[in-house]
Every structure is written in C-alpha cells, then in structure tokens.
C-alpha cells in the first residue's frame, strides 16, 4: 500500500499566519501537524509517500526532508487546488495503479489508523471511508448510511444533515478511484471531489465499507482548532524527570536541549517548551505549546501555542491564544490585562 498525504491549499481560515506559511506545517505540540499524518501512514507499513503540494512548496520539501522517515517520500505538485479527487489524478504516476490510503494533511487523530487500515485489508472493499460522530454535522461531508450501516449517499456540508456521521478525510481506495475520479465532473465550486468521486463507485454498484473513528480526531483548520488540538494532544505527554532547574514544575512538562528556566518561573503542565529557550521571572500555564528558540520573560501565557523564535516580555496574562514565528510582544505602559491573540508571523506588538 502506498500514501498519499495533501498538503497544499490556501489555508484562508488561520490567516494571518498562513501568508507566509503552509497550514500544515503550523506544529500541535511542538510537532507539524502533516508530521502526524507522516507518522499515521508509516505506522501501517507504508514505504511510499506522495505528498501533495500546492502554495509554499518548497517550505513544505525542506520541513520534511529534515527528518529521517522510515519511508520514500515523493513531492508531487498539484498548482491551483482543484479540489480532492484533482490531487488524485495529479498523482496517478506516482499511485501506479495500486491500493493506496490519502490522508488529508491537516488532520489529527488520537490512536491512528492501524485498525482502519487492518480493516480495509480484511474486507477488501474498493473504498474504505473513515467516519466520526460529530455535534454540528452541517460543517461537513456527511454519509449517510443504510440499515446495514453501509453508504447510501454522500452529502456535503448539508443544511439538513441525514445522519451525525462526518466524513473525517482519510480514505482507502482500490485503483478504481482513478477511474471515477476521471467520470465525475466539476462540483458547483469548480473543483474535482472525491465525495462525487466516491459516490460514482457507489452507484456503480461497487463496495464502499465504513469504519468509525472512536478516540478523538481534529481538523486543524482555524486558530481554535489548533488549539484545541494541542490540548488533546498535550493531555497524553508524559513528564520529562531529566530537567534541570531551579523553578517551580508542576505536573508533566517536556523542555527541549539547551533550554534555560530560571528559579522564580512557574511551570505548570502539561506544557512543552523547545529547544534553546530562555524563561525568565514567568508563569507558564496548562495547555501551552512554545517553540524553538522563544525568550519569555516577566509574563504569564496559558492554553496557547507560540512558535519558534518569539520574545514575549512584560506581556502580562496571554489566553488561548495562536502566535506566529518570530513575534515580538512586549509591554509599553499600561498593566496588562487578560489578552487573547492571534497575530502572524514576524509581527511586533506593543501593548
């Protein structure tokens, strides 16, 4: 079986941040959420992955080629987002007509794919979707299911939904997709997708099987997302008992080589720090993420993610808050009250 993982897109939904960054790469936990799909896809025995790339191209080549993967990865170039089943067809070389599972890049999920993958290898269906219950089925591809609990129908982001069931965006396919992705035609949004595509093996009479995700899955694709997902994802760390200093730890918290933390910071977890940081005369509570490279000094955060190489001073209480690489936030005159923030990369603020 091969991968096939997207990641391209405009990622209009996390401006700022994505104007001079691809989504995908935006890290949950300190970790790039295409990393986990990475991860995902080479934990089922995947040795050949294609990923779809679209804007910041080669940002998206140079993040993953700088890990050692346990895996072949080829950068395949879909241009202008025409949509899922587009991606497909765009790697039809790369696929060689064989099975293969695609992942949609900026998805999270707790435990993985193993079972599902098991599953499609069992069954041998010529798609295997995987499904979730949601509470607001209205924002996404929803299935609709018959009394043997298969797929009747594929619906849309509907306004009356027919079932609770979302469609989570990892698919396996037999090689067939190729074909009903080269029978569809454009959708009113002008792209190729592959809910049609998916419906064409259905009312072809092929065999589309389901499999339900029960931990918790995440759609990365706005600022409360990532968010969110990093407080799933930070509930699961385990506490590092090789820090060295002087300050104040409270439960499980990770921090990186090189890390200074001096003895009147707090730290209460589950929290991880990167590499190379300075932490100075500050609290840093649950929930928070902060990259490689950050100085924080004389300023309490919380329940947020910072990335790489920020200096955050005399900033006061920061909440729930998204900031980008390279930030500058520090404090000019007034005392600081509670701020929540999304702010894009390489900005300064003077609050």
């Not at 035609?185 to 998916?198: F, G, H, Q, Y």
């Not at 509670?338 to 900005?347: A, E, P, W, Y």
């Amino acid at each position: 079986m091969k991968a096939l993982i997207l990641s391209g897109g405009h990622g209009t939904r996390l401006r700022p941040l994505t104007y001079s960054q691809q989504k995908q790469l935006i890290p949950v936990a300190n970790k790039p959420v295409l990393f986990y799909a990475i991860e995902d896809v080479i934990e089922i025995g995947v040795k050949e992955i294609g990923i779809i790339t679209g804007p910041n191209r080669e940002q998206v080549i140079e993040t993953v080629s700088s890990v050692d993967w346990d895996a072949e990865i080829t950068f395949i170039h879909q241009g202008d987002p025409k949509g899922l089943a587009h991606a497909v067809l765009v790697a039809e070389e790369f696929l060689d007509d064989e099975e293969f599972v695609m992942y949609l890049g900026d998805n999270i999920l707790r435990d993985g794919i193993v079972k599902h993958a098991e599953k499609f290898r069992r069954l041998e269906p010529d798609s295997l979707i995987l499904l979730t219950e949601v509470d607001n089925p209205q924002r996404f591809g929803v299935a609709e299911l018959d009394k043997n609990g298969r797929i009747k129908r594929l619906v849309e982001k509907p306004k009356v939904p027919p079932s609770n069931y979302a469609l989570v965006g990892i698919y396996f396919f037999k090689p067939l997709i190729i074909e009903a992705c080269k029978k569809i035609k454009p959708s009113w949004r002008n792209e190729l997708e592959i809910t049609d595509a998916i419906q064409w093996l259905i009312d072809n009479g092929y065999r589309v099987e389901v499999s339900i995700v029960e931990g918790w899955w995440k759609d990365t694709g706005k600022p409360e997302d990532i968010l969110d997902a990093n407080r799933l994802v930070l509930d699961d760390i385990r506490r590092d008992l090789s820090i060295k200093t002087n300050a104040k730890i409270l439960g499980r918290v990770v921090v990186g080589e090189g890390t200074e933390i001096d003895e009147s910071t707090v730290i209460k977890g589950p929290v991880i720090i990167g590499k190379n940081c300075r932490i100075i005369n500050s609290y840093i509570g649950p929930y928070t993420s902060i990259g490689d490279g950050c100085i924080i000094e004389n300023t309490e955060i919380e329940d947020s993610v910072i990335l790489e190489n920020c200096e955050i001073r005399n900033a006061g209480r920061i909440l729930e808050s998204l900031i980008g690489r390279g930030v500058l936030i520090t404090n000019a005159k007034s005392f600081p009250l509670g701020r929540k923030l999304i702010v894009g990369d390489n900005s300064q603020l003077v609050l």
